[in-house]
């Protein structure tokens, strides 16, 4: 029997970031200096494939420090943590390195400069997030309004302070934040902002490749977690741009009957998903269609980060 033809066009840049590459080689290279186990605090990233592949290393996910053993190794996950979190550790001995991804403690550091300055804090982003918390965590409670919406930009009544300043999540839409963005500058014309852009360029790229594609695809899979926040921003990017899309964790979710009848279909990857998992879904399509890759290259990335101190001579 033939099978139906279908072109693929693969989003490129795709997959893991260099904050993400950092995060899990972190939590290899504390495994491989301290022995299993090695805690780590919340998902190191969110992926299950590669947390679950750490935990077959020895790696212990716990959602709290006051679940590790006192003494024992801890990794703070690539999405930063509040203060507290680091100095409850210090009090219990735990030996801790700190995998936040250095463009989240570039936010962190925005929010300590605000506060000294006296300024309240809007935040753009999307409440209960680890990356939220953790940024909101750095200043006392109260310093920071948090803005998910065009709507709360709209209401928002900051309290009295001598001066207004915004920052956001680094895993937000381009093109939404934007709009938040027009808003509280509209209402609050003397307002600060970042010096650079806080959404990573990771986050665009991968936005910018979607949007790149979007006309040409009948359909998108975007490849990752349900609590990535880059990878569900990538369907509704790709949804604004006229594409109907879906979120998969691998390819044993793909719905044949969603995609009968396409002839062209877009597949990208959030920034904690591995390759390995976009390479699954291609050979799943292959099973059951004569396919034809063309990869839609928006942006080249070269972008590393060094590891912490403490881990540098374990990665010679």
């Known amino acids: 029997m033939t099978k139906p033809a279908l072109s693929i066009l693969l989003a490129a840049p795709r997959g893991f970031c260099a904050g993400v590459d950092r995060a899990i080689k972190i939590v290899e290279l504390a495994l491989e200096r301290f022995g299993a186990p090695v805690y780590v605090r919340h998902e190191i990233v969110h992926n299950r494939h590669v947390v679950e592949s750490l935990q077959r290393k020895g790696a212990v996910f716990v959602e709290e ?32 390195v700190d995998a936040t991804c250095p463009l989240v403690s570039k936010v ?53 302070a001598p001066a207004l300043a915004y920052v956001t999540q680094t895993t937000l839409s381009i093109d939404d934040t934007a709009e938040i ?32 594609m979007a006309a040409r695809c009948e359909r998108i ?30 390819a044993a979710d793909i719905d044949w009957s969603w995609l009968a009848g396409a002839r062209e279909i877009g597949i990208t990857a959030g920034a904690s998903a591995p390759e390995i998992l976009v390479q699954e879904v291609v050979a799943a399509l292959s099973r059951r269609y004569a396919i034809r890759i063309e990869e839609i290259e928006t942006a080249r990335e070269s ?6 101190a403490a881990l540098r001579d374990s990665a010679a």
């Open 65 to 96: 420090v006051d679940e590790v053993p006192e003494g024992a190794p801890v990794v703070f996950s690539a999405h930063g943590v509040p203060k507290q979190v680091p100095e409850e550790a210090a009090r219990r001995h735990l030996f801790y």
């Open 108 to 160: 962190h550091r925005e929010v300590e400069r605000h506060r000294r300055h006296g300024r309240h804090i809007l935040m753009i982003g999307h409440a209960g997030h680890p990356e939220v918390i953790g940024t909101m965590g750095q200043v006392e409670p109260g310093a920071i309004t948090l803005i998910e919406s065009i709507g709360d930009a709209e209401r928002a009544t900051p309290p009295a």
């Open 181 to 212: 963005v027009a808003v509280l500058k509209r209402r609050f014309p003397d307002i600060a902002g970042p010096r650079k852009e806080d959404i990573c360029y990771a986050t665009t790229n991968r936005q910018q490749a979607v949007k790149a």
């Open 221 to 250: 899979l975007v490849i990752g977690s349900p609590n990535s926040s880059n990878s569900r921003r990538l369907v509704e990017v790709a949804e604004k741009a006229g594409s109907p899309a879906r979120l998969l964790e691998a």
């Open 303 to 308: 972008v590393t980060f060094k590891l912490p």
